[in-house]
C-alpha cells in the first residue's frame, strides 16, 4: 500500500540507515552503500561523506541519487526519494549532529575523536524530486 506525503516526510526523520544509490559508467551496476542522513519535512535529505570518495565522485559526476530506508517492524515499510544534488564543503557541526543522531553519547564521543582524523568532508544535500513508497503491512 502506498504511504501519503506526511507519512512519509515522518517516516524519513526517523534515525534508519539509507542505502544510497548512484549511477556509475562503462557498464556497471550502480554504486550502493548504507549511509547516515537526516531529513527535515518539506526539506532536502543530506548526508555528510569523504570529500573525494567515491561516491561523492560519482555523485559529482550524475548529478542526482537515490536514497532508500526501510524498516521491518511494527510492520515492513519503505521510503524511496530520487533528486538532484548540490554537493559543498561539510559545516562546522554537520558531522557532529550526524554522529549524535545515529550513536548514543558515549559512542557519539569516541565516533567523533576518531573522525578528527578523517579526511575533508562534503555535504550532500538531495531534493527530493520522485518518491516510492510503501507499508505492506504486518507480513
Known sequence: MGISLDDRQEFLTQPLIAALSVA???????????????????????????KDSLKTRLIREAGRC????????????????????????????????MARRYLPPQAAEAYLAQAASFPPEVTIRLTPEHWISADLGAL
Do not use: C
Open 24 to 50: 556509475r559508467q562503462n557498464g556497471r551496476a550502480p554504486l550502493t552503500v548504507p549511509i547516515w542522513y537526516d531529513y527535515t519535512p518539506g526539506g532536502d535529505a543530506w548526508i555528510v561523506t569523504g
Open 66 to 97: 537515490t536514497l532508500m530506508v526501510e524498516r521491518l517492524e511494527p510492520t515492513v515499510r519503505y521510503v524511496s526519494i530520487e533528486g538532484p544534488v548540490q554537493i559543498a564543503d561539510a559545516a562546522e557541526g554537520e558531522a557532529e549532529a
